[in-house]
């Protein structure tokens, strides 16, 4: 490559809008949902997980490459540009300490005492909606959807049959806390994706959703009071407080806005440590295995990111997301009136809502929705005046939303199996999401610059 080549700036290299360009994304969608359904047909359980993200984007790098009016080595040099881009990376570090953090605490017992402290506490008269507040809070401080279910469902499960409870509804109480959580937690990989992409703070990002998922939480727990025919609270075990304290601390320190890798290793080695004094049998060979398990834990969305931010940066030196953009925009602009700045943003937001939820739908990821709609929805919200904080707090709720609603979402398949439902039974009981869509369109309409 000539020297004045490789100087160019990036923006001068990309190439007008091209509809083409997207091609390897739908290769890529077509692919993943492809596989999904075809395991579907054929009843396999997970079926929209048995083709790997990492595995079904490969070809569509490939196509990119092949579509490149580059040569094969300034296409690929372009692919590693993204892959290497400063917010992938740190997006990725944070995956791995999360990974850590989870695993740790979990083997150090710490999710187990944060339950009994949450059973312990609870009334009879308020099973459900305590559950759900507990489910919230370790989304919260796990920064995991999954992490939390996998944690709290085998404990919701026995309540459930221990009181008569409707185990339909207790599995959208379990939902629905794990989706709460797991939308405003700083160490969610969806805040994450989100904030990266946006270019703003998660402390920012925290402050703007919380105003809109408060409302929608307050709602769920209503429900969930008035469905409340309990008797008898069942038997919590005993209280660790000592246990449950890394949880409280990360989620305090991130909150207070510390910097997001000091508050994950500082959970890592203080769940670590209390996990020392306080089990005898835990070493330090099997801390140091806790934590490369977390690792582990995180390789898919690890692998993912990297190569879904080598393929965005194809696409957009291709034109291809220059080209969605001003699809969108000409979309906004065709409906709005006067096309005053209030309703361009407002037109913005919905554009960015539907933009991810449609990604949602495809890819049954919320994450990877982020991560495959953020360059677009940065573009979308920077042309139309809508802050980072707003467009990254639209991203992470309508994500989940749609995460929280599908019934071939990882979250309902793990619910329905176990609770032996039908995962579309799972998720006509996710009353908080359901809400959370209401409260985020009407905050959408009382817009404020």
Known sequence: MSKSASTESPVAQVQGASALALLPL??????????????????????FYQLPAPIAVLPAIVLAILLSKEKVNGAIAQFLDGVGHRD?????MIYLLAG????????????????????????????LPGLFIISAFIATAMGTSMGTIAAVAPVALGIAQATSIDTALMAGVVMSGAMFGDNLSIISDTT???????????RDKFRENVKIALPAAIGALLIFVFNNEVTQSPVAGGIE???????????????AGLNVFVVL???????????????????????????????????????LSMMIGGLAELMRRQGGLNWLTNLISAAINRFSNSHTDEQNGRAAELGIAGLVSAANACVANNTVAIIVSGSVARELAERNHVSGRRSASLLDIFSCVVQ??????????????????SPL?????????????VAAVVAVFIRHK
């Open 404 to 421: 929280g609603i599908l019934p071939y979402g990882a979250q309902a398949l793990l619910l329905g199996s176990s609770f032996g439902l």
């Open 265 to 303: 290793m500082l959970g890592i080695v203080l769940a670590g440590g209390i996990g020392l004094v306080a089990e005898p049998e835990y070493q330090m060979a099997g801390l140091v295995k806790d934590i490369y398990a977390g690792f582990g834990n995180m390789q898919e969305i690890f692998l």
């Open 26 to 47: 739908i290769v890529f969608l077509l692919l993943f949902i492809g596989a999904g359904v075809y395991y579907s047909l054929q009843g396999v359980d997970y079926a």
């Open 100 to 127: 850590a953090f989870a695993s740790v605490a979990k083997a150090t017992g710490g999710v187990d005492a944060t339950v009994n402290l949450g059973l312990a506490m609870l009334p009879a008269s308020l099973i």
């Open 192 to 202: 994450i994706a989100a904030t990266r992409s946006q270019g703003c703070q998660m």
């Open 88 to 92: 992938i990376i740190a997006m990725c």
């Open 425 to 437: 039974q799972v998720v006509s009981h996710s009353y908080y999401c359901f809400l959370l869509a």
């Open 241 to 255: 407080w000592l246990k449950v304290l890394p949880y409280i601390t990360i989620l305090v320190l991130a909150v």
